[in-house]
């Protein structure tokens, strides 16, 4: 419990509040404070050990700190430490206006940054009433983008979780492969990462010259490369012993958790939102909800795994559309909201729209007055609150925007499902040994960027 | 820490409307902000010093809603303080004493069967006095493939609202979030600890009152303030 006492006048009125507790001593674990924790401990049981691992540890995904309390090798009990990489994205969109609002959460997740801001671009647009209103190009190269993402997030996800059971060629093939896709995303939106791409009413940019051929090459050349993973693992002793029956978690614990996307799936349950509310056109494209009935890792591998296999039927879908669409809108038709330019490398390397700088500049005052308040001014969005969830890699994301009716949002939440989903780290890993809560992790796929926000 | 901000939140706008109660879906107005860019007084010299905006949030929707909406609608009636229909969205505002009820009707009633608590999350809204601080629960259906928001208020000089954790355990860490950032004390949560910030910091960054921060930046000769302090529009 916690009690907010206001006694000490001279500090400050949101100051920590004191921790009072029925059950023993607290330990707050601020950092610093290690000799305290280890010794307490020690005083009351002597064959207990509290170990810490991380936030600067390999096999942690990034900077999740862990605090095991062991018998032996045994974990008795399993808390996560986040908030290391906590950077006020949500707070910072507060002072932005909505197209700029992409720019920083796109940075949350950094391995599904479409997914990111997707779910945002969503919300800002059910809430400007324009969701039919989105060209049909734009909502292909939508979900093309999303479904290349999916295959680079679900990569890292089987390479990192490999290196970190001792599978080092999984890591480096995955992360081969993960190139390939970073190279079509930096040929389609200019960045490897972190792209800021899909914006309120469209997307940024038209597809490139070339890209189609490029996608259908890798198409064709990933086609023969995902098997190999197949091959390397599915069958392989050492990899089954490793995930088989590990970080187990039932449909009934999934819920009450919240834990949504392969976790969820692998224990048979088959519930995709791009199946069961579908956006962005979802429902035009076929494809199957991938389940396994495990319950366990090895059950969320082969999820992954299969994932993989339906995004890339999924992407070839989109290129197929998209040869069709050569020339046509990807940014809303409404003027108030759509971004004025199209931008094209010039020749000293930067990005430039002259055309659209003639016009501005040479022809229309208008013109020059209206690109001067849309990209300083913005648009204004009509007040209230959205919430348009998506199925990322890692499971439900979505973004609770609220407008008070201005240019900048009022409060953009997202509910991450990296953040959710750690919470099942204490029931996978408590029971367990010690190397089996590192494959547990690994099976959540947690990403600490969208994690701490 | 710098000055509050001087972007959405006016302070000098602390007039209240209370909401009109007739005609259809009348907005409910929770501020009024004054000027263009967040400057008053003397300093405006932009002529944009007298433009008003007030801020009018959608209103009570009477029912009925049409299909399931209408089953749920019912189903918390008592509870309710009033509905948001908004974009096909439907908002529930629960008073916080009926909350814990409401939360395990919606779970364990067949017809309602919402399993699944997507988040929780705050908003703070400094101008709508008595009810300043906003707990929002985004609740899914798979059984029936439904979503619904619940919505509970709370005065800031009283940031109490009872936890949800015992119906839905997922909102453990949401809650931790939702007290760190803002600063709503979750009554019977198991362990409300700061989640994302520091365990000794001062203060609940997501509000309104709490400054961005940052520092003016030098560049060839002109300075350009952090973020919150740049003129903006508002």
Not at chain 1, 133 to 139: N, R
Request: charged content about 25%.
């Amino acid at each position: 419990m916690v009690s907010t006492s206001s006694t000490n006048e001279t500090s400050d009125p949101y100051a920590a509040t004191e921790s009072e507790t029925t059950e023993g001593k607290v330990y707050t674990v601020t950092g610093q404070d290690w000799d305290t924790i280890v010794s307490g401990i020690a005083e009351d049981h002597d064959d207990k050990v509290v170990v810490n691992m991380g936030p600067q540890h390999p096999s942690t995904h990034g900077v999740l700190r862990l605090i095991l309390e062991l018998e032996g090798e045994t974990v008795t009990e399993a808390r996560c430490g986040i908030g290391y990489l906590h950077t006020g994205i949500e707070k910072n969109m507060e002072f932005r206006s909505w197209t700029q609002g992409v720019t920083f959460c796109t940075r949350m997740d950094y391995l599904s940054p479409f997914y990111n801001e997707m779910t945002y671009v969503l919300g800002v647009e059910r809430l400007l009433d324009i969701e039919d209103q989105i060209p049909e190009k734009a909502q292909v190269m939508r979900v093309l983008l999303m479904e290349l993402n999916r295959i680079s997030s679900h990569l890292v996800c089987i390479a990192t979780g490999g290196m970190e059971i001792g599978a080092l060629t999984v890591m480096t093939i995955g992360f081969r492969e993960r190139e390939l896709v970073l190279d079509l995303f930096e040929l389609i939106t200019g960045l490897r990462m972190n792209h800021a791409f899909i914006r309120p009413g469209g997307v940024a940019q038209d597809m490139p010259a070339g890209a189609l051929d490029e996608i259908r090459d890798f198409v064709a050349l990933f086609k023969k490369r995902l098997p190999e993973y197949a091959d390397l693992c599915n069958a392989n002793p050492i990899f089954k012993a490793r995930l088989e029956g590990v970080g187990h978690l039932d449909l009934a614990g999934c819920l009450a958790l919240g834990i949504t996307g392969p976790p969820l799936r692998s224990t048979g349950y088959p519930w995709d939102l791009r199946k069961m509310q579908p956006y962005s056109g979802y429902e035009d494209y076929d494809f199957e909800v991938q389940t396994w009935d495990t319950a366990d890792s090895y059950g969320r591998f082969r999820v992954r795994l299969n994932e993989m296999h339906e995004s890339l039927k999924i992407v070839e879908q989109c290129v197929e559309r998209l040869a069709g669409l050569e020339g046509a809108p990807v940014m809303v038709a409404d003027k108030k909201i759509a971004w004025p330019s199209q931008l094209a490398i010039g020749s000293d390397g930067m990005g430039n729209s002259l055309d659209h700088i003639k016009h501005i500049m040479g022809e229309s005052m208008e013109g020059l007055i209206h690109h001067f308040k849309l990209v300083t001014e913005g648009f204004r969005v009509p007040a209230g609150q959205a919430y348009v969830p998506i199925e990322s890699p890692r499971g439900e994301l979505g973004a609770h925007v609220v407008s008070d009716g201005g240019t900048k949002p009022f409060r953009a939440h997202f509910r991450d499902p990296s953040f959710t989903n750690l919470q099942a780290t204490s029931v996978m890993s408590e029971g367990g040994m010690v190397a089996d809560v590192i494959v547990a992790i690994a099976s959540i796929d947690p990403v600490m960027g969208g994690v701490d926000r | 820490m710098s000055e509050a901000s001087t972007g959405s939140t006016d302070e000098g706008s602390k007039d209240v409307v209370a909401a009109a109660t007739s005609g259809e879906a009348p907005g409910e107005v929770i501020a009024r902000h004054e000027g263009m860019f967040g400057v008053s007084g003397t300093g405006d010299t932009s002529g944009y010093g007298g433009l008003t905006r007030t801020v009018e949030l959608p209103g009570s929707t009477p029912g009925p809603y049409g299909g399931w909406m209408d089953t749920v609608a019912e189903a918390l009636a008592p509870s309710t303080e009033k509905v948001v229909v908004h974009r096909g969205e439907i908002t529930f505002f629960i008073r916080r004493e009926d909350l814990l009820a409401v939360v395990k009707l919606l779970r364990d009633e067949e017809k309602l069967r919402f399993e699944l608590c997507s988040s929780v999350s705050g908003v703070h809204y400094p101008d709508d006095a008595g009810r300043e601080l906003h707990a929002v629960y985004h609740l899914l259906s798979m059984t029936h493939n439904r979503r619904i928001r619940l919505e509970v208020t709370c005065p800031d000089a009283d940031p109490h609202i009872p936890s949800v954790c015992a119906t839905y355990p997922t909102a453990d860490w949401h809650e931790r979030e939702t007290f760190d950032f803002f600063g709503i004390v979750f009554d019977g949560h198991p362990a409300l600890t700061r989640i994302q910030m520091p365990d000794d910091w001062p203060g609940h960054p997501q509000r309104k009152d709490y400054p961005l921060g940052g520092i003016p930046v030098e560049y060839k000769g002109g300075t350009v303030p952090p973020p919150d302090q740049r003129r903006s529009y508002n």
